[in-house]
């Protein structure tokens, strides 16, 4: 079973192989479960020209924020940009190509993607910009938008426990983009904050099989609150 071992003891063994001009998912929402080890280590190796996938950019000092401020992400595939002005201002300057989805929609395309369906049909976007050279097509009476999946090269994302042969368990919202992200990357790449021997998970509790998952490695996260609100005294 010593060759089912997914762990790796470095961020550049959990990132080698990721180059200029690749697609990345990257998961979380906001900075909800976004692996945020990875996300710098992106930064530090200056990889540029990405094409990244994700809910939003999180805010300008952390996360994706990080890579937009060094300019290494080309287009961004998202459902709303968030409070992160950088990205904002980078868009409304034609310097960044961003493609603004719907979030179920982008939620269907990742999931679709990881279930080897090319495309699908939704009523989401119809008669909106959101169609605008897509196909469209009429079902019982109903027009809807053919959307194209999305994969990608790396998946990178966030979980709460792995065991070594990389089955996950999320933690309650920290899941979000995230199990649909493990099934669309060609390599997946999972920052955790704890590591457990095989059969100390329960079955019934994991939520991605290990064979989805290409690397594993533990984390230490800042856990950065994107709105802090507090009741007053």
């Keep these: 079973m010593a060759g089912l071992n997914k762990v790796v003891g470095s961020y550049d063994e959990a990132l080698a192989g990721l180059t200029n001009d690749m697609t990345v998912m990257v998961g979380g929402f906001g900075l909800c479960g976004i692996p945020e ?7 530090k190796l200056g990889v540029s020209g ?11 000092d952390f996360g994706l924020g990080l890579l937009l401020q060094h300019k290494q992400i080309s287009t ?3 459902s709303y940009v968030g ?3 950088t990205f904002e201002r980078q868009m409304l300057s034609g310097e960044l190509n961003v493609i603004l989805t719907p979030q179920g929609t982008l939620a269907e395309k990742i999931r679709a993607g990881g279930a080897g369906i090319p495309a699908f049909f939704t009523a989401t976007g119809y008669g909106t910009p959101v169609a605008d050279g897509k196909e469209t097509r009429e079902i019982n009476g109903r027009h809807y938008v053919l959307e194209d999946a999305l994969t990608a090269d790396f998946a990178l994302i966030r979980a709460w426990k792995a065991d070594t042969m990389g089955n996950l368990v999320f ?3 920290a899941a979000n983009f995230n199990p649909m992200m493990a099934t669309a990357g060609k390599i997946t790449v999972v920052e955790v904050e704890e590591i457990v021997e095989p059969g100390e998970l329960d079955p019934d509790h994991i939520h991605t099989p290990g064979i989805y998952v290409d690397r594993v490695i533990k984390g230490a996260f800042e856990k950065r609150i994107e709105q802090r609100t507090v009741k007053q005294a």
Excluded at 37 to 43: A, D, E, K, T, Y
Excluded at 54 to 60: E, K, M
């Design 76 to 78: 961004m595939i998202a």
């Design 50 to 60: 990405l094409t990244a996938i994700s809910n939003n950019a999180g805010v300008d």
């Design 83 to 85: 409070e992160n002005a």
């Design 37 to 43: 080890g990875l996300i710098n280590q992106m930064v």
């Design 171 to 173: 933690r309650k919202t």
